[in-house]
């Protein structure tokens, strides 16, 4: 048999992108799959430089067709060499290249056959490893965000009306009060959730470094920039982009980032050329934008772009009930990472944690539970354990348990007012019916019929 006459079926039973090039590099012969990778029709691809791949894996020493020209053909040999190659589009496919080189019979170099794996899909099974990591950590919840205080179940609220949409979703709030955590939800609990979700805190990087990290750079943009990169936009295509510490980008950088939004296209620095991305923004900030602006270090135009849907983190001082639901929390997570056998805390340091003000909010309490079992070595966590600023006091970083009951009445209160109103609505909507009430809320009908008797509410009365 003449294997010869048989290549074409050879190469297109091979599940990876397979290319085959001359000395000079042009395009030969290709497979369906390399077609469907680079996003070409065989009559665009064939006969073309290869160059229009833009491989980043290639290493071009000379320009013409010979043997010192492209790396390839001076090594004779590549095996699984991870690169980006561009898609027709401009898009980057990030891929697993081998290739190897053929001679003819006097032993010079005619060409090369090239071999593609799309590894897009690892890299997001990676990233939803290193997702399911953080959820086992923080498997309480609402996506890891613990919390049963009224003002975070309405938050809870929030984040599920606004993941369905579009709107750009800007979380506000302190320090450490989670608004990653808020901003992860928002994405995960969307149709995006399948997508990448891609973090960039704006505040760590002056202002070529953000933009190269936004938009990504071509070879040469600037010194130092010996290679291609990705930007951030570009890698979040299809899902949500997190721009953390938004209140800190420079001006110039906020005039590019607003063209962005409204345009929908990138460019890379030191390049023209425009590419779409198909993007969802979440923002959060601790500063206060509007006072930025009339400071005029933040744009107008631009907070209008991304305030279309504000969300507030409350901190944690004003939502005492949740405090020692997290605190346990964080005992749970710290007794699996440890092995120490610690349940809980004794009812004086729970007292103090109660009347802390923690101004570094979650954070503060996740780091000073970290701190106790470092000291703990019983089953409870006392007032020894903890961080000396927890419990000093009274002062002017403590309440007094008196405050702090008012605190928790008035949440309680809030609470209670809440509930009767969305019982009393639900009960409207369904005209009186209350197992349809209760499907609407999400609760069973004993829980309605209890809320009715609990809230005195008159079914003749309060629904007209
Ligand atoms: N409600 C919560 N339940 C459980 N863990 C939380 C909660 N809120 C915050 N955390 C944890 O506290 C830490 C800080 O949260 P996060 O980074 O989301 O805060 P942040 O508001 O974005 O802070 P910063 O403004 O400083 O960036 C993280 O470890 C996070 O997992």
Not at 289 to 302: A, G, H, K, S, Y
Not at 360 to 375: C, P, S
Request: aromatic letters at 6%.
């Amino acid at each position: 048999m003449d294997i010869g006459k048989h290549w074409q079926t050879i190469i297109e039973s091979v599940q990876d992108g397979v290319i085959i090039v001359d000395s000079g590099g042009n395009i030969m012969a290709a497979n369906t799959t390399a077609l469907l990778m680079t996003g070409y029709k065989k009559e665009e691809f064939l006969g073309k430089s290869c160059r229009i791949l833009n491989c980043t894996g290639c290493k071009i020493v000379g320009k013409g067709p010979g043997k010192e020209w492209c790396g390839l053909f001076s090594r004779g040999l590549i095996r699984d060499k991870k690169c980006f190659i561009s898609h027709k589009d401009h898009r980057s496919v990030q891929i697993l290249k081998s290739a190897t080189v053929f001679y003819d019979d006097n032993g010079d170099i005619v060409g090369a056959v090239e071999t593609l794996k799309d590894v897009s899909d690892n890299i997001k099974f990676e990233n939803e490893l290193i997702s399911l990591k953080k959820t086992y950590l923080l498997e309480d919840g609402f996506h890891g965000i613990v919390g049963k205080s009224p003002v975070m179940q309405s938050l809870f609220e929030l984040i599920e009306n606004v993941a369905l949409t579009e709107t750009p979703v800007m979380i506000l709030g302190d320090s450490g009060t989670g608004k990653e955590l808020v901003a992860r939800a928002v994405h995960e609990t969307g149709p995006r959730k399948d997508k990448p979700f891609i973090k960039v805190n704006c505040a760590s990087l002056n202002e070529s470094l953000l933009e190269s990290e936004l938009f990504g750079h071509v070879k040469g943009a600037y010194t130092g920039a010996n290679r291609n990169r990705i930007g951030r936009f570009e890698a979040a295509h299809g899902g949500s982009i997190f721009l953390d510490e938004i209140g800190d980008i420079p001006m110039a950088t906020q005039v590019k980032l607003l063209r962005v939004l409204e345009e929908k296209k990138i460019e890379k620095v030191g390049d023209n050329v425009s590419i779409d991305v198909d993007v969802r923004i979440i923002t959060a900030t601790n500063r206060n934008l509007e006072q930025l602006i009339q400071e005029n270090v933040f744009r107008e135009d631009l907070f209008f772009r991304i305030n279309v849907f504000p969300i507030r983190c409350p901190s944690l001082v004003h939502r005492l009930d949740d405090i020692p639901l997290i605190a346990q929390h964080f005992i749970n997570v710290n007794a699996r990472k440890t092995g120490k056998n610690i349940l809980g805390f004794t009812p004086e340091a729970m007292r103090q944690m109660m009347t802390y003000h923690w101004p570094g909010n979650v954070r503060e309490l996740r780091n000073a539970v970290e701190y106790a079992f470092v000291l703990c070595n019983g089953s409870s966590v006392g007032p020894e354990h903890l961080p000396e600023r927890v419990t000093v006091g009274p002062g002017p970083g403590k309440r007094s348990v008196r405050e702090c009951r008012e605190v928790l009445a008035e949440s309680r209160a809030d609470q209670a007012v809440d509930e009767r109103k969305q019982l009393i609505q639900a009960l409207k909507v369904a005209k009186g019916n209350q197992s349809r009430a209760a499907r609407a809320i999400g609760v069973s009908r004993v829980t309605i019929w209890k809320r009715i008797k609990k809230y005195g509410i008159d079914l003749q009365r309060d629904l007209d």
